[in-house]
């Protein structure tokens, strides 16, 4: 059974930092590209990020460009999502999914199959 367990939201002000982990069970991340996402309330759910297997490629939502960062740690099985000079507008719930082999040129928009349950991530004063 594959599952996807998001950590590592809280609460930070404007212009902090937050790291955000993906662990998976059940698959090895490795072998799998891996995409971020998240959903502000009243907002259509938005992709943040992909990165293929091995780190090979990665691919980043204009929006985060030069403050987001994805990586991946083969041994601990687990793909993060680092988020600097964080904004308000960054507040939102953050997922973790995988599309399978690939992320492609449609990272952002292509079906994704395993998803995690979300880590909220409130950028506030």
């Known amino acids: 059974q594959v599952q996807l367990v998001e950590s590592g939201g809280g609460l930070v002000q404007p212009g902090g930092s937050l790291r955000l982990s993906c662990a998976a069970s059940g698959l090895n991340l490795d072998s799998y590209a891996v995409g971020w996402f998240r959903q502000a309330p009243g907002k259509e759910r938005e992709a943040v990020s992909c990165?293929?297997?091995?780190?090979?490629?990665?691919y980043y939502a204009d929006s985060v460009v030069g403050r987001f960062t994805t990586s991946g740690d083969n041994a601990e099985n687990r793909i993060y999502l680092d988020m600097s000079s964080l904004k308000p507008e960054d507040t939102a719930i953050y997922s973790c999914a995988t599309p399978g082999l690939l992320c492609g040129s449609r990272w952002a928009t292509k079906e994704y199959e395993y998803w995690g349950q979300g880590t909220q991530v409130t950028v506030s004063s």
């Open positions: 990165i293929g297997r091995n780190g090979a490629h990665t």
